[in-house]
């Protein structure tokens, strides 16, 4: 039988120079220790500049550390932030959305509000109206030019009276239910308003071509006396319509046809005035002859 070994096993020449390197070490940084402490005991001024010393030669390594950590943060930040790019653009897409959303019911309100007090202004111009209401829907690319308003004969609508906006003259009603009534546009191919040119006076019937349009006829043969812009009003012959409503503007001149576009739009205009059928006063007396007609038509 072999004798046994007198080495122990796993130690080695390098592992007593690795011991006996750390005990040097270790001693080495118990007395570097000691002589700071003496130092800093003895000559505290001393003691400060080794201290600034030593804090000059490490200030560029924390440095470079302070860097690399910056770096690889920066990294995880980015991963971070591209990943999460997503939800934060649909959010903001829905923010957007709801702010376009919150400003267009604003223009909408106050539009509306324009219109009305552009109205009551109307209302308080125009002597008694029958009623106030609403447009409920319009025929745009039908032949006949309709429009419905949501008051009826039980708010005191009959047929004949006219209708207008706060941008001008609508038409006149022709039909009438309990709670609604429908309107002839003065687009309409069978309506015919008498009107006159606010520029001069000349008298003129705007007839509804029924494409949305009017077409203007003078009353008297000559030269076309319209030009491209002149605006159009009622002029109150025949009764129905009252004077000075605005009812045209002067689109085109072909030759002797002029063609006018409605100034009051059904499409655009929210609410509508009825007005009572307009009957002027007689500016003269009633003849004899005419007196004793009525008499005995009354008898």
């Known amino acids: 039988m072999a004798p046994p070994s007198s080495r122990r096993p796993g ?40 201290k600034g010393a030593a804090l000059d030669v490490t ?7 302070r860097s690399v950590v910056g770096f690889f943060s920066g990294i995880g930040e980015g991963v971070g932030n591209y990943f999460a790019a997503a939800s934060q653009n649909a959010e903001l897409k829905r923010r957007l959305a709801a702010e376009r959303r919150a400003v267009i019911q ?6 509306d509000n324009q219109r009305l007090r552009a109205l009551l202004k109307l209302t308080q111009e125009v002597q008694t109206p029958v009623a106030v209401t609403r447009i409920v829907g319009s025929s745009y690319d039908s032949v006949r030019r309709l429009a419905t308003l ?34 002839l546009l003065v687009s309409d191919a069978a309506s015919n308003v008498p009107v006159r040119l606010v520029r001069d006076g000349t008298p003129a019937i ?17 030269k076309n006396p319209f030009r491209r812009g002149d605006v159009l009003v009622t002029s109150g012959i025949g009764g129905v319509y009252p004077p000075d409503v605005p009812v045209a503007v002067v689109v085109s001149i072909e030759g002797d046809r002029t063609v006018a576009k409605p100034l009051a739009d059904p499409a655009r205009i929210e609410y509508a005035m009825v007005l009572p059928v307009y009957q002027p006063a007689a500016s003269q007396p009633l003849s004899p002859q005419t007196n004793a007609a009525l008499e005995g038509a009354g008898q």
């Open 11 to 50: 130690f080695s020449r390098r592992a007593q120079y690795g011991l006996f390197l750390g005990y040097v070490i270790a001693v080495a940084g118990v007395v570097f220790a000691l002589l700071l402490l003496v130092v800093a005991m003895v000559d505290p001024t001393g003691f400060r500049a080794l």
């Open 106 to 111: 604003a223009k909408a309100t106050e539009l």
């Open 59 to 65: 200030a560029p390594v924390t440095s470079g550390g």
């Open 150 to 183: 949501s008051a009826g004969s039980s708010s005191g609508v009959a047929p004949g009276q006219p209708v207008r906006a706060a941008e001008g003259l609508v038409g006149r009603v022709i039909e009438t239910g309990r709670w609604a009534s429908r309107v």
């Open 206 to 222: 705007a007839a509804g071509r029924g494409d949305g349009t009017i077409e203007l006829k003078t009353l008297e043969v000559g």
